[in-house]
Structure formats: C-alpha cells, structure tokens
C-alpha cells in the first residue's frame, strides 16, 4: 500500500480518533499506511535481519498507546518516533548482554552491499560498486551521530526534511546544515572510490 506520505493527515487524525474509540479496524488501516516507513526507519537502525521485529514491536506500542497520542504532531511522526525509540532501547539492550559486534552487516545477510544493483554488470563492476558501497558505510559510520541519523532518515528511510525535524524535535534549519554537511563530507571522501 501507499507510504504515509501520500495519506492525508486528516485521515489519519480520523482513524485514529476511531482506533482511540476502540476500532481495531481503524488501527490496522494506520498500520496499512505506515508500516512500510516504520520498517525502513528500523532497518536503519538495526539492520534488515531485525528490522521485522522492531518494526512489530513498534507497531504493538503504537497500538498500546493510541491513547497516549495528544495530536501535537502528525501521527507519521509519533509513530516514527516510537520506531526510533523501540531500535534505541533493543541495541541499549544487547549492548548490555554483551551481544552487539562492533562491525555491522558484512553484506551475506542483506546489508547494503546487497543492495547494490547489479544489472548484469561483469565481476568487475560488480566488485567496484560494492567498493563503493562499502566505502559509503565505512565512511557513514565516522559521521558525528546527529549527521549520521538525518542522514540516514533521509536517504535510506526516505523521510521529508520537515518530518525528520518533527521526529527529532529539532529545527527544519538544523536538519538541512546537519544534512548538507554530512552530505557534504561523504562526496569528498568518497571521491577515490568514482
């Protein structure tokens, strides 16, 4: 179905003052609107493997909680919000027990690196491209933290400018310099790897 940003947030407010109201319907049509954003920003987070559970748990919070939903912001940034929230609390978790490696996805499990088009492109190119991209993240992961998550809200989870400053709680102004600059200093490393 549709992304969120396609749906009316008037919809949305009417849905979910019916899922408020106990309309179970009305939350899974919420769910049909938005989990394909919720499971992009937990990919982000904890990589493609988990990112099926936390956006689940995401989702199951989401609906614990309609009522806790005071419309200050759109429900696409609530929901957002608790999707960052639910991929923050799991990695504060295993990095407790001791289960995070340092390295992330090595690309045999569906990282980025699988997601490299191919288009029938030789061993070479094919070699290049993952090159690349694995400069890319090697790179991304030595951005400050701040540049890294608008970064990453924005290109891989395909949020809007004002929708990241929204999920954030920071300044539209704030996440275009962050943006740009992250932006900025990944063209100009990654210049070796054109």
Not at 59 to 72: S, W
Not at 99 to 104: A, G, I, R
Not at 143 to 157: D, H, N, S
Request: overall charge negative; charged content about 35%.
């Amino acid at each position: 179905m549709d992304d969120s940003r396609s749906d009316s947030p008037k919809e949305d407010d009417a849905l979910v003052l019916r899922a408020c109201n106990g309309d179970h319907n009305a939350f899974g049509e919420l769910v049909n609107r938005h989990q394909r954003r919720v499971w992009m920003v937990c990919r982000q987070y904890v990589g493609v493997d988990e990112a099926d559970a936390a956006a689940q748990d995401s989702l199951v919070k989401a609906f614990t909680r309609i009522g806790d939903f005071d419309r200050r912001a759109a429900f696409s940034t609530w929901l957002t919000r608790i999707a960052i929230n639910t991929c923050l609390d799991g990695l504060r978790k295993r990095r407790r027990e001791s289960l995070v490696t340092e390295e992330p996805d090595d690309g045999e499990t569906g990282g980025l690196l699988a997601q490299v088009p191919d288009d029938r492109v030789g061993p070479e190119t094919r070699l290049q491209q993952q090159q690349t991209v694995a400069g890319l993240r090697d790179r991304e992961r030595d951005l400050p933290p701040k540049q890294r998550e608008i970064f990453r809200l924005r290109f891989y989870a395909e949020m809007e400018l004002e929708e990241i400053a929204r999920t954030l709680d920071i300044h539209v102004g704030t996440v275009k310099t962050q943006l740009h600059r992250a932006v900025h200093r990944l063209r100009g490393e990654l210049g070796a790897y054109r």
